[in-house]
């Protein structure tokens, strides 16, 4: 009651901000008389006059309306589109660190170029994160024709760039890019061993289109780089045929599809013990001993595999390879991977090849990724069913903004039928009926399994159509482009447009470039094009008066922004057009998440075969289903990403510090810090605290040393002094030290040296961190139970992960320290060449030990990482061989 009286008081939060916004537009517009009056010079001219008001005080804020009607002016002329009013408040409301909902075919693109020219005056670099390669460099070469034509440089990051290209595109003042991009470059940065190697620059801002996408659906995952582990691919097919077998027989594992776990009954359990021994997979003890624990876990892989993962839905095998599909867009993930060895025991389901375990080397989440950013904005069609996630994990505030023009959609009400198969005769039905009136129609499904199976439905009746799936997304592009003309009949997962916009009649600019492509004379080429033009125009005009484009939605979502922007993709820019969405009681969002009280309203409805309810009410009680899975997700999201940031602290931690390692030209009051903490730890643990030198462990003392720090001393004539203590012991070993490594210095010269000890000290430190990010793995996996004993597993984690980490950087500590003590001397500074390259795809073989001198070894060890190749030629590790610490 409260709520409605003062929403009747003062209004709802979005209208007060869209009044905020909607009193700078007459200012902006004011402008444009004059602006409109100066010459291109005049105009360009105007980015070099703000940043000048900038560097004497002016903020952005006060330079927006100028800014934005000199961007405004300049679109125009350069590209033929000027904003409208409703563009400019979307522009004010992305300049503030906000998220646009605007609607499908509202120009975002355009409106991103106003916060985006604004905020590139401070020359500081703002990133432009799309969902796609296509659409980064689409919209890159198309708005840096804007932004060069005001003095402003653009740069796109797309895969395959050399380091020195990436560069050049971060310090452009506008880059374009996918969030993986983005994401993989910062941990790639922090891997290098130099500043100068590093491609990004500080950050500065960011506008995130499809932002529920990017940052919601894509946040599942995080961003991982990974070396090869042990390769373990013939205990994957093995555990595979047992498993397929296994999954067959009745009560052998429970299934929950919320959740989407699965676990091997009691029953489940001894019948795979029992098949596995006979398999010789188990060759000692039962399948849960301890020294079976990695049967276990491929076991509880391959159930997965086979139980809850399903070819055409999750993954398609396209030409020997294992390739996994978006569930929310559609499309392929090539070069994305499940963890954990999944993928693998995927790959064993399907008797492709299996590529190697990978090991994490670097990750981090999507959500910390973007929390980076001081400034974050977002554009999409459809937010605010997301806006308290977006308010809570990344403080952005979602604000509508209305459409240029009213919408014209007629959405009619949902029809549930009993069955699939009725749902799909019905759906055929219909396109026949609108097909028939010559208009276009775009039908939604959630997988390339139900896409092709109304296909072959609509090819037994005889009805031309076009299929958009994985499967078939190189002619995504065209496709769509053709998805408006009159009478098309467009089959899409819900990759359906992303980026293209379906414009009634066809898109004049993608049927031009398909017609002309090769047509070379000049005359013939602007007659092709008129002629494509005068087609579309008359296409157009058809399709509007049929009722323009028909969305038909096989079957609701378990996201309600899923639906919304496939009904989105009508009605664009005041078109007129339809939605309709059809149901079955067998749709998996109806199946697992719908209630009884669901159920029970379709027995009273009287809802028989062949026969489907339409009712508001079902509407509602679907729309309360999807919820419910929305908030699932949501507390699944949040819960994934309070573990995370445990790690992200440490993650910050260690990135900064390797930062500040590389910004030092001497890094040895950093070595001297460690080799003192090393030698206080060996102490104590050898040396009792205020313990009789009766106590003392002498001779573990004077072994651990000459491990170590490789150096032999009386530590038996230093006991028997009198007054001498561990302190004492602790000083006299660091004197020898410090004495130890100068000698090391003197005879390979101090440039050297300290060369050698910036290079010791990175590597040491990311081997210890890729330890340290494995154990972490493997906690976070097993923590969950600490629940059974009646501890909360995420408080477990957070005392155990900062346990690791202190433990972490004990050891890195100890892998410089020994390191340095192990260099060999000589008597002249050794020369730096490149060292010889070794293929580590195919290791040589050597029937014995390869020496090597000391001036030689000394160059491997400060140039080759611990787990690069071995210079030697071995096909080893560097660690596993001349770089063994001994």
Known sequence: MFARLARALFGFANDRSLKRYQKRVPEINALEPAIQGLTDDQLRHKTQEFRDRLGKGESLDQLLPEAFAVCREASRRVLGMRHFDVQLIGGMVLHEGRIAEMRTGEGKTLVATLPVYLNALTGKGVHVVTVNDYLASRDAATMAQLYNFLGLTTGVIVPNLSDEERRAAYGADITYGTNNEFGFDYLRDNMKYSLDEMVQRDFNY?????????????????????????????????????????????????????????????????????????????????????HNVAVVHHVQQSLRAHVLFSRDVDYIVRDGKLILIDEFTGRMMDGRRYSDGLHQALEAKEGVEIQQENQTLASITFQNYFRLYPKLSGMTGTAMTEADEFAEIYNLEVVEIPTNVPVRRIDTDDEVYLTAAEKYNAVADLIEKVRAKRQPILVGTSSIEKSEYLSALLKQRGIPHNVLNARHHEREASIIAQAGAPGAITIATNMAGRGTDIKLGGNVEMLVGERVAEVTDDAAREAAVAEV??????????????????????????????????????????????????????????????????????????????????????????????????????????????????????????????????????????????????????????????????????????????????????????????????????????????????????????????????????????????????????????????????????????????????????????????????????????????????????????????????????????????????????????????????
């Not at 373990?232 to 097919?237: A, I, P, T």
């Not at 972490?808 to 490149?834: F, K, N, S």
């Open 533 to 886: 033009r005068q087609r579309v125009e008359h296409d157009h005009k058809e399709v509007h008066e049929a009722g323009g484009l028909y969305v038909i939605g096989t079957e609701r979502h378990e996201s309600r922004r899923v639906d919304n922007q496939l009904r989105g993709r009508a009605g664009r820019q005041g078109d007129p057009g339809n939605s309709h969405f059809f149901l079955s009681l067998e749709d998996d969002l109806i199946r697992i998440f719908g209630t009884d009280r669901m159920g029970g309203m379709m027995q009273k409805m009287g809802l028989k075969q062949g026969e489907a309810i339409v009712h508001p009410w079902l509407n509602k009680a679907l729309e309360k289903a999807q919820k419910k899975v929305e908030a699932r997700n949501f507390d699944m999201r949040k819960n994934t990403l309070k573990y995370d940031d445990v790690m992200n602290d440490q993650r910050r931690e260690v990135y900064g510090q390797r930062r500040e390692y590389m910004a030092s030209d001497d890094v040895s009051p950093i070595i001297n810090e460690a080799r003192l903490a090393v030698i206080e730890d060996i102490v104590q643990t050898y040396i009792p605290e205020n313990s009789f030198a009766e106590a003392w462990d002498v001779e573990g003392l004077h072994q651990e040393i000459l491990r170590v720090l490789v150096l032999d001393l009386p530590f038996s004539e230093w006991a028997q002094e009198d007054g001498m203590d561990e302190e004492g012991i602790t000083a006299r070993i660091e004197e020898e030290a410090v004495k130890a490594h100068a000698s090391r210095t003197a005879n390979m010269g101090p440039d050297m040296m300290r060369m050698i000890e910036k290079h010791v000290l990175l590597t040491s430190f990311d081997a210890a961190w890729k330890e340290h990010l494995h154990g972490l793995d493997q906690l976070r996996q097993g923590i969950g139970l600490r629940a059974y004993g009646q501890r909360d597993p995420l408080n477990e984690y957070k005392q155990e992960a900062f346990q690791m980490f202190t433990a972490m950087l004990a050891d890195m500590r100890l892998r410089v320290v020994q390191t340095l003590a192990h260099l060999q001397t000589t008597a002249e500074p050794p020369q730096m060449p490149e060292p010889p390259v070794v293929s580590t795809m195919e290791p040589a073989s050597f029937d014995e030990d390869i020496t090597v001198d000391a001036d030689t070894l000394a160059r491997w060890n400060a140039q080759t990482p611990r787990n690069g190749a071995c210079p030697c030629g071995s096909g080893l590790k560097f660690k596993h061989c001349h770089g063994k610490l001994v």
């Open 206 to 290: 960011a506008i995130v289109d499809e932002v529920d996408s990017i940052l919601i659906d894509e946040a599942r995952t995080p961003l991982i780089i990974s070396g090869p582990a042990d390769d373990s691919s013939e205990l994957y097919r093995h555990v595979d045929a047992v498993v397929a077998r296994l999954a067959k027989e009745p009560d052998v594992y429970e299934k929950d599809e919320k959740l989407r776990t699965v676990t091997l009954t009691e029953h489940g359990s001894d019948r795979a013990e029992e098949l596995l021994s006979e398999a010789g997979v188990l060759t000692n003890g039962g399948l849960y001993d301890i």
